[in-house]
């Protein structure tokens, strides 16, 4: 078994990892992760980490940067003889490409975790993957986390009444049943027919909302069209309010001013993603998921069960 334990963290939410670090008493350990004058990812590791147990953290948000310092950072451990490698992905991107729908498109999420076990991974933690298939593709263990370890303690101290939560398509039932079940409320559904990428638009209502507070709970807000719409047709279904939540906040394009214009009363997020000043509205609330991720890879570290922390949330 590796001794040492080692966590090292890339750029893109660095934040983050040393707030994961410090959940166990910790600093993170010292790598130089830069860029040559030509863009290129330089990455050297500056101390002994041979027989180590090495947690690498980094989310895979845009831009792709992002997933070649993972890979490259991969590859130094990997070469500096570390025991055990454990990729830690708060976000995985590429995510949404999970089958072929069509003719001719590529599975990214397959792609990706190829390229993560080539690097050097023995272990891969994440959180609230797009797709749960995509823990097949790879054929080394991975642990799915799940932000409702938080989330759900959040709303239980918002203790809101008349309350129903949303599945925003069908894609997010599991998981709206899980808090719905975890809340003791009912659910309803949003019958949503996906035009073409980041388009997509509200057909039916399945469930009772009339006057009743709703939550809207996904894994991720992109675009947040599906958001807007969903929040559109719920208003005009007679709820009293709309809050939502979501895990990954990458609130691309005009994401914000959409959100800022659609009458929701609070958008709760995690830390997955880090939030830029400019994205910020008063209506956000970010709940950190440090110590979900400090836990888990204490535990794979001492060869403990990482499903009995979530063994409750799902």
Request: with cysteine; proline share 4%; hydrophobic share 45%.
């Amino acid at each position: 078994m590796p001794y040492d334990l080692k966590i090292f963290s890339g750029n893109a939410n660095r934040s983050l990892a040393e707030r994961i670090a410090a959940s166990l008493n910790m600093k993170l350990s010292d790598a130089l992760v830069s860029r040559f004058k030509d863009g290129e990812v330089r990455v050297q590791i500056r101390e002994n980490i041979r027989g180590a147990d090495v947690f690498i953290i980094q989310s895979t948000q845009p831009p792709g940067d992002n997933w070649m310092e993972l890979l490259i950072i991969l590859d130094a451990v990997k070469r500096a003889s570390a025991g055990r490698i454990t990729a830690v992905i708060p976000y995985f991107g590429y995510s949404r490409q999970d089958r072929k729908e069509q003719p001719r498109v590529p599975i990214t999420a397959k792609l990706c975790a190829d390229l993560i076990e080539t690097a050097g991974a023995d272990r891969v933690l994440t959180m609230d993957l797009h797709s749960p298939q995509i823990q097949a593709f790879f054929n080394v263990p991975v642990d799915n986390l799940y932000s409702s370890m938080v989330l759900l303690e959040y709303y239980r101290a918002q203790w809101i009444n008349d309350l129903v939560i949303v599945a925003p398509d069908i894609g997010s039932v599991r998981l709206a049943r899980a808090y719905a079940k975890r809340l003791d409320c009912p659910i309803a559904i949003l019958d949503k027919r996906r035009m073409e990428p980041n388009k997509s638009e509200i057909i039916n209502i399945i469930g009772e909302v009339k006057n009743k507070n709703i939550l809207v709970i996904d894994d991720m807000i992109d675009t947040a069209g599906t958001l807007f719409g969903a929040i559109k047709a719920l208003s005009d279904s007679g709820v009293k309010r709309v809050d939502a939540g979501c895990t990954h906040a990458l609130l691309s394009g005009e994401a914000v001013e959409l959100i800022k214009n659609s009458g929701l009363t609070r958008l709760t997020i995690t830390d997955t993603i880090p939030l830029p000043e400019s994205k910020k509205l008063d209506i956000m609330d970010v709940i950190s998921v440090d110590k979900v991720f400090g836990k888990a890879i204490l535990r794979v570290h001492n060869e403990e069960s990482v499903s009995s922390l979530f063994d409750t949330y799902i």
